[in-house]
């Protein structure tokens, strides 16, 4: 029952008041990304494009998007939630409302926002809601938030395609990918960033249902 009662808080959204509080100043992080040396908060350069996507843990997914050509710079860190410039340990307790997310800086003359899409979809499995495999919680919940209103109609096709795609493969189950424009990112701590070129033998987490996404 205890067990219960825990996994059941940490798959439940907080709001304003049951947030934790945070803290008014950034947490600190790396300067440069430890594969190609960019900075990580910039400045970048004037033809990139970002968005941010959670697929669940972040240090897989960082992996598969810093390998993408066309993909300046990654960084991991924290989206979608309410609490001001969270911890690894705070997030973890489902009590910020963030999702672990992948900063993806991106030259749109070298790959599309479209490829970026097809590859988000076919990398992991949103249908999961409040999880992604043994990952359970509200921290790795599917997500794409984006920077441009035209990103997010296109955003949101992509779903409704993959969505259909999974239903014509057998995959009943609703996509739950929580897709919105841009809030507030907050970088994660130095030692998540670019995790698996550190650690390579590390926890990876991503598993995809096998099925392409449709491009337009």
């Known amino acids: 029952m205890f067990l219960t009662d825990i996994f059941s808080k940490k798959t439940v959204m907080p709001d304003a008041e049951t947030a934790l509080p945070g803290r008014s100043a950034p947490i600190e992080t790396a300067e440069h990304h430890f594969v190609n040396g960019h900075p990580l908060k910039g400045p970048y350069p004037e033809n990139c494009e970002t968005v941010y996507f959670g697929l669940g843990c972040f240090w897989g997914a960082e992996r598969h998007f810093w390998q993408l050509p066309g993909v300046w710079v990654t960084a991991a860190g924290y989206a979608g939630g309410i609490t001001p410039n969270p911890t690894y340990q705070e997030t973890v307790t489902g009590l910020t409302g963030h999702t672990e997310v992948v900063k993806v800086v991106f030259d749109p003359s070298v790959i599309s926002f479209e490829t970026l899409l097809k590859s988000f979809f076919e990398t992991h499995d949103p249908t999961q809601g409040m999880r992604q495999g043994n990952d359970i919680g509200t921290t790795y919940r599917s997500a794409i938030y984006v920077e441009r209103q035209d990103w997010l109609e296109e955003a949101k096709a992509a779903a409704r395609r993959f969505e259909a795609?999974?239903?014509?493969?057998?995959?009943?189950?609703?996509?739950?990918?929580?897709?919105a424009m841009a809030g507030p990112f907050y970088y994660a701590e130095d030692y998540h960033q670019q995790y698996l070129a550190k650690n390579p033998q590390g926890y990876c987490g991503l598993r995809g249902?096998?099925?392409?996404?449709?491009?337009?």
């Open 165 to 179: 795609a999974l239903k014509s493969a057998g995959h009943n189950a609703p996509v739950t990918t929580e897709i």
């Open 209 to 216: 249902t096998g099925v392409s996404c449709p491009t337009v």
